[in-house]
């Protein structure tokens, strides 16, 4: 067995939380609290498309504000064909290509991401919620269409419906008070009883639409709800289940989902399919800060967690798109593995696993620190593993498990 090193998590202490949670709250019935205002660009470009009277130059010249958002749209149009064509260096080009619907959501979700994506003591919990929003979004657009909802209005409340989420964090980290060191899921208790609240404030304030504002209130809660919007609601109540699936169990895929009520066997085998393209959509937003700035200077507020204690060692080449590690120990959740480069924690990334037979997998990565020797240990964990893939990995396991004995 090889142990990668890891400790318990001393007692909760419950107080600095109630604290933190009367200051947070004192400040947003205040009106004390910073909210990020509504994405201006994503308003300019609604403006646009309901007019009906826009060219993709006048699309252009909107874009051309914001310099991530740019970035943002050249990325997923060079995406959007799986990379078959010639790559699209002109920003006209790539709002023809991905068209007016697709700019829509990715403004919005480029805009909003800024809130998640900045420096702090939280930002990698802010930078997990926003791997969530964005997952929940792609999850909806998938969705809706079989079940009667605009995929405009199902993509934004994906993505909106627990940003409240990253407003509390952003707002502990603004309340300029020494925050406690918590284990990360001590930090998700308290902002799970805050964020339906403050959600709820930031669609007043973007005087968001009705359905868009029900979504975020109720979905918690949605056997009870009663009123007009009932299955953009359901969508996000399911959409939060499966998400929870995959969070809970590393390995589980789409097969899992049959525990899922509100999801029909149709719908399971569309999640399914869309599960391979999801490190392509993750790729089109900024994750944040460098991966290599965050492994040098770590959260001190939240604890690291043991996410491979035990493991046992196996050597083969795992690669992303750009760059090529080794792996150095393997688990029956995670794989930890050693390279040159970082790569962002709390962020979906496609791992290319050179065992036999090769393994291509989503994987979240889980950590990312700097090595004594030099460059960086990561560990990750399988993500919607389902079918063939999920043998292959099981496979590994037991066959590097009994080659140690």
Not at 20 to 48: F, G, N, S
Not at 51 to 75: I, K, P
Not at 239 to 256: C, H, K, L, M, Y
Not at 354 to 365: E, F, R, S, T
Request: hydrophobic letters at 45%; aromatic letters at 6%; proline letters at 7%.
């Amino acid at each position: 067995m090889v142990a990668i090193p890891g400790s318990t998590p001393p007692p909760i202490p419950r107080k600095p939380n109630l604290d933190l949670e009367v200051m947070l709250t004192t400040r947003l019935e205040a009106d004390r609290l910073r909210l990020p205002p509504y994405p201006a660009i994503a308003l300019k470009l609604q403006k646009l498309a309901s007019s009906g009277r826009y060219s993709s130059r006048d699309l252009c010249a909107t874009v051309n504000a914001d310099a991530a958002l740019v970035a943002a749209v050249l990325r997923r149009a060079n995406a959007a064909d799986g990379g078959r064509a010639a790559a699209i260096t002109s920003l006209e080009a790539a709002v023809t290509r991905i068209g007016i619907e697709d700019l829509l959501r990715l403004a919005i979700a480029q805009s909003v991401g800024v809130t998640a994506s900045g420096s702090g003591p939280l930002a990698s919990l802010r930078r997990d919620s926003w791997r969530c929003s964005l997952l929940s979004a792609r999850i909806a657009l998938e969705l809706a269409g079989r079940r009667g909802i605009s995929p405009d209005e199902a993509f934004v409340a994906g993505l909106l419906h627990d940003f409240g989420a990253i407003i509390v964090l952003a707002g502990l980290e603004d309340l300029k008070v020494e925050l406690p060191v918590l284990p990360a899921k001590t930090w998700k208790i308290l902002v799970d009883r805050l964020h339906v609240k403050f959600g709820s404030v930031v669609a007043k304030r973007w005087n968001l639409p009705p359905a868009i504002y029900q979504a975020i209130i109720a979905h918690h809660d949605v056997a009870n709800y009663v009123g007009p919007h009932g299955a953009l609601v359901e969508l996000m109540a399911t959409v939060d289940q499966i998400n929870a699936i995959f969070e809970r169990a590393p390995t589980a895929g789409p097969s899992a989902l049959c525990e899922v009520e509100r999801l029909s066997e149709d719908e399971r085998e569309r999640v399914g399919a869309m599960i391979p393209q999801i490190a392509e959509f993750m790729a089109s937003f900024e994750a944040g800060a460098s991966a290599a700035a965050e492994a040098r200077a770590p959260s001190a507020v939240v604890k690291p967690a043991s996410i491979l204690d035990d493991g046992w060692p196996v050597e083969f080449d795992v690669a992303t798109k750009r760059e090529t590690f080794r792996s150095c120990a393997i688990a029956p959740n995670t794989l930890a593995f050693r390279g040159a480069t970082a790569l962002m924690p709390n962020w979906l990334a496609q791992l290319d696993l050179a065992c036999d037979p090769k393994l291509d997998m989503l994987a979240n990565i889980k950590t990312c620190e700097p090595h004594p020797e030099g460059g960086y240990l990561l560990t990750a964990q399988p993500f919607g593993l389902d079918g063939a893939d999920k043998q292959i990995w099981f496979n590994l396991i037991q066959r590097t498990r009994a080659a140690q004995g």
